[in-house]
């Protein structure tokens, strides 16, 4: 079996100097996923130039690939994949947020997002919400420059077959090993020793291979160290993305149950 090029990244819509995109680079060989390190990436324009890299990889993003049906009908928005990310993109982000705000507003308490198929078996955060995490704005600033870096946007997009970009959310993995268990915080005063036990035990039982994606972590000590180390897990989410990536990577369809709504997509390992 030859080795499987594989990156995790953790995004971020406006990358800077205190919290950049995180990159986990590895292979995959059988079961085994070795990490070959991490970089940091602290703009948009460099996340661009880091997608043109030649193939093959496979790639998992911490970020949502597409949006709830029920809100592009309810939008009159585009009905096809691309023409939808291009009327997206064009949208300035008071203008995104103006006219969600108005569709939740005209919906009951408790039901107040639209929300994907995947969201419930992920436990994600509905692609439309702009706050707490914003990933609506996550969506705005990375699909239309993975789309400009021609990356095949499996399942929603043929691009370059040598270069799949797939949907990521770590949470799904993290949660499966500690639970409800906080194990980060960008906040100094909340990066406690209780989530620096947390980050532990995920880096444990990666490396011993306790999920049931099947396939076990390599590290050296000093990646070790520094997964566990970075108090704002964006490390240690760039490393579990790569690993729903490595997982997907040998998986028909890159792990996409059949019938999966492409203007909605899927999570890697929901």
């Known amino acids: ?20 995109i995180r990159v986990a680079g590895g292979q995959r060989h059988a079961a085994v996923v070795r990490l070959n390190g991490l970089v940091a990436l602290y703009s ?79 436990g994600a955060s509905p692609s439309m919400k702009w706050v707490n995490p914003p990933v609506a704005w996550m969506l705005h600033a990375g699909v239309p420059r993975l789309i400009a870096a021609g990356v095949h946007l499996s399942g929603h997009l043929a691009g370059d077959a040598s270069r799949v970009a797939l949907e990521a959310y770590p949470g799904l993995l993290a949660r499966e090993l500690v639970g409800r268990r906080s194990y980060k ?3 100094k005063a909340a990066q406690t ?41 964006d490390s240690l989410d760039a490393v579990l993305a790569m690993l729903q990536a490595a997982w997907a990577a040998a998986q028909p369809r890159h792990g996409w149950p059949e019938g999966v709504d492409p203007l909605e997509g899927w999570i890697a390992s929901a």
């Open 193 to 233: 020793p209780e989530r620096l036990i947390a980050r532990k035990d995920i880096v444990d039982a990666l490396e011993q291979g306790r999920t049931r994606l099947g396939l076990r972590l390599k590290l050296s000590h000093a990646q070790r160290d520094e997964l566990v180390a970075d108090a704002s897990g």
């Open 44 to 122: 948009l324009e460099d996340f661009s130039g880091w997608l043109a890299r030649p193939g093959p990889w496979v790639a998992g993003f911490d970020l949502p690939f597409g949006l709830p049906r029920e809100l592009v009908e309810t939008l009159g928005w585009p009905m096809d994949y691309a023409a939808l990310m291009a009327h997206y993109s064009a949208l300035s982000r008071e203008d995104i947020r103006d006219r969600f705000a108005a569709f939740c507003a005209a919906r009951p308490a408790g039901g107040k997002f639209a929300h994907r198929a995947c969201d419930g078996p992920a």
């Open 1 to 20: 079996m030859s080795d499987t090029v594989v990156f995790g990244v953790d995004f971020t819509s406006a990358p800077r100097a205190a919290k950049p």
């Open 185 to 187: 915080s960008d906040t």
